[in-house]
């Protein structure tokens, strides 16, 4: 079962305009929601996370908006740059302690056009 | 150099064969993670651990082995390649839990793997 769906699966952006990338989970017990940033021929890097006891949280041109009721977060990048044409991935951890694992989306490929 | 490693980098095999695909890291990192990446499929976990001696299977553990007698290595095997086992393999590692910080995970940079 795909507990993290994520969409668009791919996204064109013009450059200085808004990229908005959005995950969906199905289930509560989560309580770490990250977003990774792959450039072609890296691995994954971590670009910003939230946890669930808070609605927003900004990090230069990226926000992260987190809806817990409609159980769906996003990733907002303002005044997109060709540097960021990547692929993005939203993440989620179950709560607990003892549990560390990540499950992620299918990944968006941004591309931005100058 | 300091970081998380992984060798080779590129790797062609045969089906039927025997691959090992080694991880290192050097931050002393409690957990480790073995993912595979394919189109269409973003991420997935092989295998993870959150110590020398104790592994877990993750969401696709089947044909794969892994062993942890060190706490800075993390091999993973495919005992018998198959073609559907092509792929780029990531291993990565956690901090133990401490800090505001400690769920990020850090990413090596991948083996890509080719079964004919």
């Known amino acids: 079962q795909q507990q993290v769906k994520q969409s668009p699966q791919s996204l064109i952006v013009q450059k200085g305009g808004i990229s908005i990338i959005n995950c969906a989970y199905e289930?509560?017990?989560?309580?770490?929601f990250p977003w990774y940033q792959q450039f072609p021929g890296k691995g994954p890097a971590l670009l910003i996370a939230i946890r669930p006891d808070v609605s927003e949280k900004k990090e230069g041109r990226f926000t992260i908006s987190f809806n817990k009721s409609a159980k769906q977060f996003s990733l907002h990048i303002m005044d997109s740059q060709p540097g960021d044409s990547a692929t993005y991935f939203c993440?989620?951890?179950?709560?607990?302690?003892?549990?560390?694992?990540?499950?992620f989306g299918k990944g968006t490929k941004l591309s931005v056009i100058p | 150099d300091a970081g998380i490693t992984q060798s080779p980098r590129y790797k062609i095999t045969e089906t039927g064969r025997q691959v090992t695909l080694m991880c290192h890291q050097t931050?002393?990192?409690?957990?480790m993670f073995w993912y595979r990446q394919d189109l269409g499929h973003g991420l997935r976990l092989i295998y993870y651990?959150?110590?020398?001696?104790?592994?877990d299977k993750g969401e696709v553990p089947d044909g794969y082995v892994v062993s942890r007698s060190k706490t800075e290595n993390f091999p993973l095997t495919l005992e018998s390649a198959t073609r559907s086992q092509t792929s780029v393999y990531f291993c990565?590692?956690?901090?133990?839990?401490?800090?505001?910080?400690?769920?990020?995970?850090?990413f090596g940079p991948g083996t890509r793997l080719t079964v004919l």
């Open positions: 651990s959150a110590a020398a001696d104790i592994t």
């Open positions: 993440a989620v951890k179950p709560a607990g302690a003892g549990s560390y694992q990540l499950t």
């Open positions: 990565a590692s956690r901090r133990p839990a401490r800090g505001a910080s400690y769920n990020e995970q850090f």
């Open positions: 931050w002393s990192h409690s957990y």
């Open positions: 289930n509560t017990a989560f309580d770490y």
